[in-house]
């Protein structure tokens, strides 16, 4: 299948301050691809010129078929968007905004369907003013599915919410997905990317510097991982022979083996071939925490 | 047209939920012309006696004016802050990821003036009619078509400043300033034969003199002439600006 979104070497800049200098990646449909990186890398930027708000200079893209260049109004009839910056007027009732939207773009469900489908129906006549920042910030997602976007874009969606509010909105988001929309979101929650994205992209300094699922960037870059077990049994040395493991150490029973890959698997493998089965067999691998450290080269 | 339709309900609504900018545009001059009407009454001046109000009583005088300031107050305090302020809030980048044009934008501004301004302007009739005895209009569609004509013009030059002021205290405080000179240099305060010469220059640099000269043109039966022409002029520079400088965000 081919992806619904590709960008080729997307270069932005803002007046002589270069933004975004050299991002690439595809996103297939369906997918929840998730765009990390730290503060003023360019993922904002990055988003708004696949959204046709702002006007790359460089690199091609293509989104849904369309050149956001020079396609932005057909292009924003089929995406929905969430904004890192931008609200509603104050005084705006929550059924008024649902209701103007959806008639900007008429052709998804009925607004009283959306209003209700996000959990709206109770504060249908509250104020914008007046709601609270998940409370915001869910009406953000019905106005971004109201014209059913067949790709929605969320540029930090949970940032100030509280632990509850964030895990409410992850599942929104998985309803966005399980509604049809393919899904690019921006963040810098790292469990946020690793529950909710299929891949991720990281982008650090202007440029993409690593794009794999949560998995694989925790394989490539997260060093190495350590599996430990007790046993009676004197002769490991087997484990040793193994592609993946590094050292092993011992302190009494305790077994620790360093390795890289597919370790906890070759190892339990391994034992179990050979007739020990430790009952308190543990794996100690980095998080993506960890990998994003590493990637952009800050240090704890 | 849809979306034009349905974001100038919506801004209507918006504006009618302001107290500030309501009492502003609806209010503020029937108040002013009640205080210069006590004041001055509506006397035409004697032969002998200084020519003020172009030679016809304050009141009569005042009412026609009072129909463009009205214009001008809608459009000159609240268009800029509510454009200023919505863009500095990330509001018109919100509706423009949404597919509203810059033209519906600005439409519905000039819908929202131009109902606030009838309703206003309407308010303003009953009350003088009710209050005071002054000369009626002398070409009724004169009057109805130069109303048209100034809030077109004043929208243009309110959707000028919202363009080009960054944010919302800047505009209302330009907004205000532009407000205040217009009404008391602008030929809607004090008579505009008492001012200075100095004054007068400076009435000729804003919109509401020519404004005011024109709906008197149409009321009293006179002819100002070159006021249209330069009244037209502002409307079109402010709308060709404001077009050029508009900005999402
Ligand atoms: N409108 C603008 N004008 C000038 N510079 C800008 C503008 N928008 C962003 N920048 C700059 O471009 C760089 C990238 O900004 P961007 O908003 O894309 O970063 P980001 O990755 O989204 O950061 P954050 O995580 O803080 O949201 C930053 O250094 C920022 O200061
Ligand atoms: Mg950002």
């Known amino acids: 299948m081919a992806p619904i979104v590709e960008v080729e070497h997307l270069a932005k800049s803002y007046g002589s301050f270069v933004a975004v200098e050299d991002v690439s990646f595809t996103v297939e449909e369906g997918e929840i691809f998730g765009i990390l990186g730290p503060n003023g890398a360019g993922k904002t930027t990055t988003v708004e010129c696949l959204q046709g708000l702002r006007r790359a200079d460089g690199g091609n893209v293509q989104v849904l078929g369309h050149d956001p260049r020079h396609e932005a109004s057909q292009l924003r009839r089929r995406i929905g968007s969430q904004l890192q910056e931008s609200a509603l007027p104050d005084r705006m009732k929550v059924w008024e905004a649902l209701e103007l939207f959806s008639s900007l773009i008429p052709q ?130 087997y484990l040793l022979r193994l592609d993946e493991v590094d050292r092993l150490e011992r302190q ?49 | 047209m ?32 009640f205080v210069l009407g006590g004041v001055f009454g509506n006397e035409p001046s004697q032969p002998g006696e200084q020519l003020v109000y172009r030679g016809v009583g304050a009141i009569t005088y005042y009412v026609p004016a009072y129909l463009a300031l009205v214009v001008a107050s809608v459009c000159v305090i609240s268009i800029p802050t509510h454009l200023a302020g919505n863009r500095e809030r990330g509001v018109l980048k919100r509706f423009h990821a949404s597919s509203v044009t810059a033209a519906a934008v600005a439409g519905a501004e000039l819908t929202v003036a131009f109902v606030v301004s009838a309703i206003s302007g309407v308010l303003l009739l009953i009350a003088a009619q ?59 305060g004090p008579p505009p034969e008492v001012l200075t010469d100095a004054m007068r220059t400076v009435s000729d640099f804003t919109p509401l003199w020519h404004a005011v000269r024109m709906m008197h043109d149409v009321w009293l039966g006179l002819d100002a002439g070159l006021a249209w022409v330069i009244f037209g002029g502002i409307a079109v520079v402010s709308a060709g600006l404001g077009l050029r400088f508009f900005r999402w965000e």
């Open chain 1, 108 to 237: 998804g469900p009925s607004w009283e369907t959306v209003l209700e489908q996000w959990g709206l129906s109770e504060k249908r006549d509250a104020k914008f003013g007046s709601l609270s920042g998940g409370q915001q910030q869910r009406l953000f997602i019905a106005l971004a599915v109201v014209n059913a976007p067949e790709l929605v874009f969320l540029d930090e969606m949970t940032t100030g919410l509280d632990p509850t509010s964030r895990r409410a909105t992850w599942g929104l988001i998985r309803q966005i997905r399980d509604n049809g929309s393919t899904v690019i979101l921006v963040t810098h929650f790292m469990d946020e990317a690793e529950a909710l994205c299929d891949r991720i992209a990281v982008v650090d300094d202007k440029r993409v510097v690593a794009l794999d699922t949560s998995e694989g960037l925790i394989q490539d870059y997260a060093g190495e991982s350590e599996v430990t077990f007790s046993t009676d049994c004197a002769d490991l040395s």
């Open chain 1, 252 to 300: 009494g029973r305790r077994v620790t083996v360093t390795g890289t890959g597919a370790l906890l698997a070759r190892v339990a493998a391994e034992l179990v071939g050979n007739g020990i089965v430790p009952p308190d067999l543990e794996v100690k691998r980095a998080s993506l925490e960890d990998v994003f450290l590493t990637i952009t080269g800050e240090e704890r």
């Open chain 2, 130 to 188: 009710l209050a005071y005895d002054f000369e009626p209009a002398d070409s009724i569609p004169g009057v109805l078509g130069v109303f048209a004509l100034l809030v077109v013009g004043f929208a243009a030059f309110g959707i000028f400043l919202g363009a080009v002021l960054p944010t919302a205290r800047a505009a209302q405080a330009v907004g205000m300033l532009v407000w205040f000179v217009m009404l008391f240099l602008g030929g809607a």
């Open chain 2, 2 to 33: 849809h979306t034009l339709v349905r974001l100038s309900w919506v801004e209507l609504k918006l504006f009618l939920r302001e107290p500030l900018t309501v009492m502003f545009s609806l209010a503020l001059p029937l108040i002013i012309l």
